[in-house]
């Protein structure tokens, strides 16, 4: 774990011409296996999930010595044998994530972090031939939350459908090589993103509406959270993860540990400095960043009633939400100018992403940014 986050594993020689390397993603490491072909060459092969995370089971998770056990049969059946091993899952993920980094490093670096922890840790060490509607169907059904909030259901299968994508596009890769002896697509070819749930985001707060819901928030905690939310571009998810640590003074920046597409640093503006500084001095590095009334960490959809409640003592639409304050900041951050690569790394989004659903936004400040930005003389 001391190692850093990198694209190339870290080998070590197990045996003649073989080599177990390890590599640290921003979620779970992998185990891969490299093996010399006797001519200068060699070819890798992932293995399995590394325990640096979770204990070994000896199946999904292997600890080093079960990872060597596994590499040599590997390697024995790709060698020794004349038919050429099932390709896994995370080969064929693999290989599709190397492409696309040779095409768009951002790009892949976000599909890289939704499938190792939306897709891979289930199925990566799964052989693509053996994979099956049915259990696909189960999957993309598990990514929906079960909550009384309409808004964050829709969400979840708009992102649920967005992961399905890039499934698709790495198992379509591989089928695309005759080589790896893939006939039949039907599994995830038959698999049915879900419908009518992608749409812009509608609900935006101006700088007035926000301190409305600040001010007749139901207590401080709602209070902290909604502010938080708006001055950080943060998910709730992630700033209900976020410690006192995770607040850099000097830096003037917060780590978010716990993304939806893996760590990042925030960079924050003056005011939110100021305000992280307000509610975090003085309190033990471990507690929770943002706490309840009762110093407790908000949990998964706590927030949905104090928030409704905000909405209602303030006069505003009951339909609004606290992810409307993440829409909020992605939008002024682009009137104002900030680029696009920026606001992505900033909010843990792609530029894609928010040139797809901010494309009203866009369109309606090009004339601004071309007269603040294009040369003059």
Request: aromatic residues 6%; proline residues 4%.
């Amino acid at each position: 774990m001391k190692l850093p986050v990198a694209k190339k594993p870290i080998f070590v020689r197990i045996g003649q011409g073989l080599s177990l390397g390890y590599r640290r993603n921003r979620t779970v490491g992998t185990w891969v296996l490299r093996v010399s072909d006797g001519k200068g060459s060699n070819w890798t092969s992932a293995v399995g999930n590394a325990d640096d995370r979770e204990d070994a089971d000896g199946d999904r998770i292997l600890s080093f010595w079960q990872a060597q056990e596994r590499a040599r049969a590997t390697a024995k059946s790709k060698v020794g044998g004349t038919k050429r091993a099932p390709l896994t899952v995370r080969e064929a993920a693999e290989t599709h994530l190397q492409m696309l980094a040779a095409r768009n490093p951002r790009s892949a670096n976000s599909t890289r972090g939704r499938l190792e922890k939306k897709f891979l840790t289930k199925f990566g060490d799964r052989t693509v031939e053996t994979l099956t509607k049915t259990q696909l169907d189960g999957w993309l059904a598990s990514l929906v939350l079960k909550s009384d909030d309409a808004e964050r259901v829709r969400r979840s299968k708009d992102s649920a459908n967005r992961v399905l994508s890039m499934v698709k596009a790495a198992l379509n890769h591989a089928l695309r090589d005759p080589a790896n002896g893939l006939a039949d697509d039907s599994a995830w070819r038959l698999v049915k993103p879900f419908h009518g749930v992608a749409k812009a985001r509608e609900i935006r707060y101006t700088v007035e509406e926000v301190r409305k819901l600040i001010d007749h928030a139901p207590d401080d905690g709602i209070g902290n959270l909604i502010k938080g939310a708006y001055l950080t571009g943060a998910r709730f998810g992630e700033l209900a993860q976020a410690h006192v640590r995770d607040f850099d003074r000097k830096a003037k920046t917060l780590w978010i540990n716990a993304g939806k597409t893996g760590s990042r640093n925030v960079i924050l503006q003056s005011d939110a400095v100021t305000f992280l500084n307000e509610i975090s001095t003085n309190r033990p590095s471990s507690d929770p960043l943002f706490v309840k009334t009762d110093g407790s960490r908000w949990k998964r959809s706590e927030q949905t009633r104090p928030f409704k409640e905000a909405l209602r003592q303030a006069g505003l639409p009951p339909d609004g939400s606290i992810y409307a304050l993440r829409h909020s900041y992605i939008s002024s951050a682009i009137e104002g100018g900030v680029p696009l690569n920026i606001i992505a790394e900033n909010c843990g989004t792609s530029v894609r992403m928010i040139e797809t659903t901010y494309a009203k936004v866009l369109a309606e400040h090009r004339r601004n940014f071309i007269e603040r930005g294009a040369p003059t003389l």
